[in-house]
Each structure stands twice: as C-alpha cells, then as structure tokens.
C-alpha cells in the first residue's frame, strides 16, 4: 500500500482485513457472525426480556446490602451492527469493581428500525432498572461508547425532557454525537479500517431514517 504507514505489528493484518467492513451487502454477515461469536453468556449474566420486549443482561455487584448505583451500558456498533453480549466482560468489570447493578440494553438496529427505536428501547430500559429494589434511583449513570455513546447522550436529553428521573452521571466512549462528521472531508482517509468515512455515512443515513437530525441527533 504505497503512501500508507501502518506500524510494523499492523502491517500484515492491513493487508488482509477489508477496508470497509460495514456496507448494506456485508451487514447481514457481520451480524451472523457477531451472534456466534456472543451466543453463550459467561457465568453471572442474566439475560431477561422486559414487559416492554426489550431484551437486557443484568450483571448483578459480588454483594449488596440494600439500595446502591447502576449503570445502564449501550453497546456500540454505528447503530448497525453489535449487541449487548460483546460488553459482557467490562459490565462484569463494572459490577464488581464499582459495586453497581449494570445492566446491558439489546436495542432495535437500523436500517430495520430507524430513530427512535433504539432511542425508546433504551428508555425503557432505563425505567426498569431505575425502579429495581437493588437500585438507589438517585444513583444511576447512563452510558455507551460508539453509537452507545450517542445513545447514551440522546438519551440523556430524553430523560431530562421526561422529567421522571434524575441522572447522576454519563459515560460517552469516543460517542458517535453529530452526524455532520459525514461531511467532513478530512476524515476520507485510504488508511482506515473496518470503520471508514462510507461506514460512517451508511450509518447515519440508516439510523436517522427520515427522522429530523435537529431532533434526533443529540
């Protein structure tokens, strides 16, 4: 790949890995192939589906001695692609060392379910975990890292706007926040993987559907 550095660990793997994984051709592959990958959850989680149909994993602290935090994680994926399962490890990591009850939301995907289908599914499942006896509801943090992140902070306005409840806190991992970065043309660079400027832009385009971007980017 003349022009293009990559570090010497990296090299061979940039020559065999695509640079565009994430398109409307591969997608169904790529969710075949995360759902083998996560099909069996580790000890410690339990998978439930809400009243709502929402469907969540709940990883419960070592101990608990009455009302504590929470944290409802959201899994990243460009709101394509992912699910809860791939963050079972660092929910574990979350319950045990902040002795927090966590709980991991398996939100409806795009292009199939466009905003605000994730956006409602998470809220539910923030009302759920909010009234758990485990659960002191002035102590609950919300976040997510990718497309998490972005639904973590939609969320967060959601939930003020609502006025049900408080939130104590937001965890935004490198979040997908403006869906403007699709103009950008600094970003189109021949060196990215897995996750370029055409990936960013499939998905947005699916997510947002024909949904107002003032409304439903956060």
């Known amino acids: ?23 409307p051709v591969t997608l169904p592959f790529v969710r075949a192939a995360s759902r083998m990958m996560w099909r069996h959850p580790p000890q410690g989680v339990e998978v439930l589906t809400l009243a709502s149909g929402v469907k969540v994993r709940l990883h419960r602290p070592p101990t608990g001695s009455g009302p504590g935090p929470a944290l409802l994680w959201i899994h990243g994926g460009g709101y394509v692609i992912g699910d809860a399962a791939q963050d079972d490890v660092l929910c574990r990591r979350f319950a045990a060392e902040l002795g927090a009850t966590v709980v991991a939301v398996d939100y409806r995907l795009a292009p199939e379910h466009p905003y605000p289908a994730a956006l409602d ?47 104590a806190a937001q965890l935004l991992v490198y979040p997908m926040l403006d869906d ?36 439903a980017v956060p």
């Not at 969320?155 to 006025?163: I, Q, V």
């Not at 699709?182 to 370029?196: A, S, Y």
């Not at 960013?200 to 385009?205: A, E, K, S, T, V």
């Open 1 to 23: 790949m003349p022009g293009i550095e990559f570090h010497p660990e990296l090299r061979r793997s940039a020559r065999l890995v695509p640079k565009q994984m994430i398109t």
């Open 121 to 167: 599914d998470c809220y539910a499942a923030l009302r759920w975990l909010v009234a758990l006896p485990a659960v002191d509801p002035a102590r609950v943090a919300i976040g997510g890292a990718s497309a998490g992140g972005g639904l973590a902070a939609a969320l967060a306005l959601h939930a003020r706007d609502a006025g049900e409840f408080p939130l």
């Open 180 to 215: 403007r970065t699709v103009l950008r043309k600094d970003l189109d660079h021949p060196g990215h993987r897995l996750w370029n400027q055409s990936s960013n832009r499939f998905g947005w385009r699916a997510y947002l559907g024909d949904a107002d971007p003032d409304r």
